[in-house]
C-alpha cells in the first residue's frame, strides 16, 4: 500500500484527520507505517507516537523490534504464548462493556478482603507503637517535641498543654512504629492530628500503619476523644463503631441510647441498615435528634412490629441457610 493510499484510509476513517506535529511527523509515521510487517491499530499507535519527537525518530528500530517482539508470536515463557493484548472486541467484547464488568469483579475483591479476620502476624506483634507530640508539627526541631508517649490519653493532655499564645507552628500529634532489634531510621512514623484536623486520607499511602491494628487503634481513640476535630477522610465502618464505642462514657442518655439502637438495627438487618444509612455517624445523630425532639412514634412501630412478629429478616434467614449448608456439604438449592 503507497503513502497515497495510506493517506485516504486514514481521511476516510470517521471522516477525519490525522493531526501530526508537523510535516516531519506526517512524512516519518506513512514511510514507517508502510513498511510494517502489521497495520493494526496498536502498531499505528505506536508508530505516530514513536514519530513526534526527532529523538524517538532516531531510535525508532530499537524500540519497534521491541514491541514487534512482544506483540507478535514470537514471545513464548515456559512454552505459554504472552499475549500483551488480552482485551479485543471478539474475545471480551468492548472496553464499554468490559470495564464494568473489572470493576464489579474489583469491588467484590475488596468487600471480601474486609470481612476476612485480622491476625497479629509476628511483625505486627512485635512492633513498639507510641504517640508524638510536636510543638510544630511541620519542622519537629522548632519548639517543644515530645516522643515515646505510650497512650493516647497522656499524648491528648501534652498535647492542650501547649500555650496556644505560641505561633511558631502548628501543634500535631503523630503515630510512631518501631521494629525491636532495628535502627532508628527504619521506624515509621507521621502526624496524623495537625491543628484542628486528623488525615486519615494519608494512611492510605503508610500501609505500615494502616496495617498495624495497635497503630488503629492509637488512631481511632485519638479521634473518639477529640470529637470536635475536622476528619479528612473517610473512616472505615469497623472503625466508626469502635469510635462510638469509646466516645459512649461521654455522651449525653439519648446519644448513648442512639449507639445502642444504631448497633441493633445493624445487626438484625446488615443489608437493610446499609440500603438507608450513609454512616453510622450520621444514623446515630437522627436518632439521638428524634429521641431529644420525643419524635419516636414510627421508631417504637417499627421495634413493636419486631416483636410481635418473632422472625428474622429473610436477608439474615438466607445468609444462615447458606452457611449451614456450607459446613454440612449439602446442596444450595435456589430459592
Not at 36 to 60: M, P, V, W
Not at 175 to 189: K, N, S
Not at 281 to 287: G, M, P, R
Amino acid at each position: 500500500m503507497n503513502n497515497t493510499a495510506l493517506r485516504a484510509e486514514v481521511r476516510s476513517t470517521n471522516n477525519t484527520h490525522m493531526v501530526f506535529a508537523n510535516e516531519e511527523h506526517e512524512k516519518f509515521y506513512y514511510e514507517k507505517l508502510e513498511q510494517a510487517r502489521y497495520q493494526d491499530c496498536y502498531h499505528k499507535a505506536l508508530i505516530y507516537i514513536l514519530g513526534i519527537s526527532e529523538d524517538t525518530r532516531n531510535h525508532f528500530s530499537q524500540i519497534y523490534v521491541l514491541f514487534d517482539t512482544f506483540n507478535g508470536d514470537a514471545l513464548h515463557i515456559s512454552g505459554v504464548k504472552v499475549d500483551i493484548n488480552p482485551i479485543t472486541a471478539q474475545r471480551t467484547g468492548t472496553l464499554e462493556t468490559y470495564l464494568p464488568q473489572v470493576e464489579d469483579y474489583l469491588k467484590g475483591v475488596r468487600e471480601a478482603r474486609e470481612k476476612e479476620p485480622v491476625s497479629l502476624s509476628q511483625e505486627q506483634a512485635e512492633t513498639e507503637v507510641t504517640l508524638t507530640v510536636a510543638e510544630c508539627g511541620e519542622f519537629h526541631n522548632l519548639g517543644e517535641f515530645y516522643e515515646n508517649i505510650p497512650t493516647v490519653e497522656e499524648a491528648v493532655a501534652i498535647w492542650k498543654q501547649i500555650p496556644p499564645e505560641r505561633m511558631n507552628g502548628i501543634p500535631a500529634i503523630g503515630i510512631h512504629i518501631h521494629m525491636p532489634g532495628t535502627e532508628a531510621f527504619e521506624d515509621v512514623g507521621m502526624d496524623i492530628l495537625t491543628g484542628n484536623r486528623i488525615d486519615l486520607d494519608i494512611l492510605e499511602y503508610i500501609p505500615d500503619i494502616k496495617g498495624n491494628p495497635q497503630a488503629m487503634g492509637m488512631i481511632a481513640e485519638l479521634v473518639a476523644k477529640l470529637p470536635e476535630m475536622e476528619i479528612d477522610g473517610n473512616m472505615s465502618e469497623e472503625m466508626e463503631a469502635k469510635v462510638w464505642e469509646m466516645r459512649m462514657p461521654d455522651l449525653t442518655p439519648a446519644e448513648q441510647l442512639a449507639v445502642e439502637i444504631d448497633r441493633f438495627i445493624y445487626g438484625y438487618d446488615t443489608a437493610l441498615y446499609h440500603d438507608n444509612n450513609q454512616s453510622m455517624t450520621e444514623n446515630v445523630s437522627e436518632i439521638a435528634e428524634a429521641l431529644n425532639q420525643r419524635d419516636t412514634r414510627d421508631m417504637a412501630l417499627w421495634f413493636a412490629d419486631i416483636a410481635a412478629d418473632g422472625t428474622e429478616p429473610e436477608g439474615r434467614k438466607r445468609r444462615k441457610r447458606k452457611t449451614k449448608r456450607h459446613r454440612t456439604g449439602q446442596p444450595q438449592n435456589r430459592p
